[in-house]
């Protein structure tokens, strides 16, 4: 909290953010879009009749889970890339993909809950009346016939080897691998095997379909991978239409050029799968089923966030033992969870531009994720007054019953936003915060009066300056009530108020008005900056006060709220009503985050 001056000083910090975001990735783009292949892209046609823009990129995850921050820099990447290249000749488009090929871990639910990220994030899949909306399970029919040309050109065989063999044999860095006893099958052997494997003549394990690349191969990627296996399992779109599955390698590159990609983003661990990728593409080129310009793949550092966790797997461990209360958890990095938490889709995507693009791994600090946020609220979000540690304040020379009117602009640079009123009344609630029965040197709230110096003055915003005149301790020694007399032509907005110069200005609330509320105050889910690096067992970093609910006095104004509406409370932070446990006339306030960065 920030006592002596109630003034936000978000605004400022803006400036201290770098100015220039980069990303090496426009570069390549400038370079490739300036080619004559790319720039007759336009001359070309899908097989739907419509002509391709140079630019195409695509956000292709797998529906396994939630997204989570890592995957909104993707979006915002490829998605962001395409607006900006869509005004250039020929245009550009981000489609999106569901990349659904391994039955097993996805779920409907899964492609539901991402597709709504990528529009609450502001974005779509429309281009010029056209859905680019597009599953990898799109493409089974494709992918095996291309299959079938691979073996045919002597380029995929079925290897009758166990799991466990064909691992043994991979080799590793050191050491080169072994050629499988299956490796010189004929092509009908091996054509009259995968279409036996696909008429479900097997059963799971029994074979797979290879790459002929090479077993010596120094990356081990290379080395002779398996794009298919047998898999009797139901699929949530193709049901039970398929026993045999292709794998990553083998899906994505196919799906890139089935959709004329021209750039595929993605995250430096495909590093090593680039030759493979390329080695596709480029067979099926010289096969007759691709032409030039094929596409590319781009590696990009992925983000790595302080105090929280970017893996699906691992996200899906916290939400399985109950670490948190679900995928939509505010704690959580979930683009759900983030939502939840009060985040704008306009503050990801700031922070999402000033990180910048680049090439080499680095932690971001939840900080700027948070000033993003700051900086976004500070002039969309009205003000509010909310006393989070409440401690009563009595007004000793204020009448019994009396009341004064105050009021307060919702917003300081919006007067057209109007003003929330509130009664000045006897008895009123502080900030425990705000009182300290033995000031320390600096405190210019409020203490009592000893014997050299008088109790402490200060103003209650948009009201009275007032001065201690006592305190009330519990049998505890704890504070209990703290008493003051008002000064009756101190009122904020008139003449009298300048006569009174106070160095603490703080905040307040009429008892007999204000809201009890549920607020939930969150933090840091992790108390580690890095949770799960290196040795790092995650799970033994959990922040235990990651969560902590308390009761708070909010302005009566507050009463009316609906769920989803963010506020400044004024000194405390940004505070959004829960969308999910928000009822009508009794709102829940989560505290998305807090006016400075306080974490240590
Ligand atoms: P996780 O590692 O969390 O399981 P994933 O890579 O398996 O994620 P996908 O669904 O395959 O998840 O990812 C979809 C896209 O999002 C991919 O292009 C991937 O590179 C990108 N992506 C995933 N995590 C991050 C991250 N932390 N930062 C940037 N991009 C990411
Ligand atoms: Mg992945």
Redesign the pocket.
Known sequence: MSPESPKNTTSNKTKAIAAEPSNFLRQIIEHDLAQPLYQQRPLRHDADGNALPPLITR????P??Y?????A??ICLNFGLAAEYQSRAGGARCNMRL?DTNPVKEDVEYVDSILDAVRWLGFDWEANGQTHLHYASDYFAQLYQFAEVLIEHGKAYVDSQTADEIHAKRGNFNQAGQNSPYRNRSVEENLQLFRAMRAGEFSDGQHVLRLKIEMQHPNIVMRDPVIYRIRHAHHHRTGDQWCIYPLYDFTHCISDALEFVSHS???LE?ENNRPLYDWILNTLKEAGVFSDPLPHQHE?A???LTYTL????K?LQLVAEKCVDGWDDPRMPTIVGIRRRGYTPESLRLFCERIGVSKADSWIDMSTLEQALRDDLDAKAPRATAVLKPLKLVIENFPENGSEACSAPRHPHHPEWGKREFNFTREVWIEADDFMLEPVKGFFRLYPPSNDQAGGRVRLRHGFVIECTGVELDSNGQVKQVNARYFPDSKSGTPGSDNYKVKGNIHWLSVAEALAVEVRLYDHLFTEPHPDSGENNFLAHLNPNSKQIITAYLEPSMKSVQAGERFQFERHGYFIADAIDSQAGKPIFNRTVALKDTWK
């Open positions: 956000f292709p995850p797998e396994n889970g997204l989570h921050i890592g995957h820099k993707s990349d983003i993605c995250t495909f990009f992925r983000l790595n970017t893996s699906k797997r996200l």
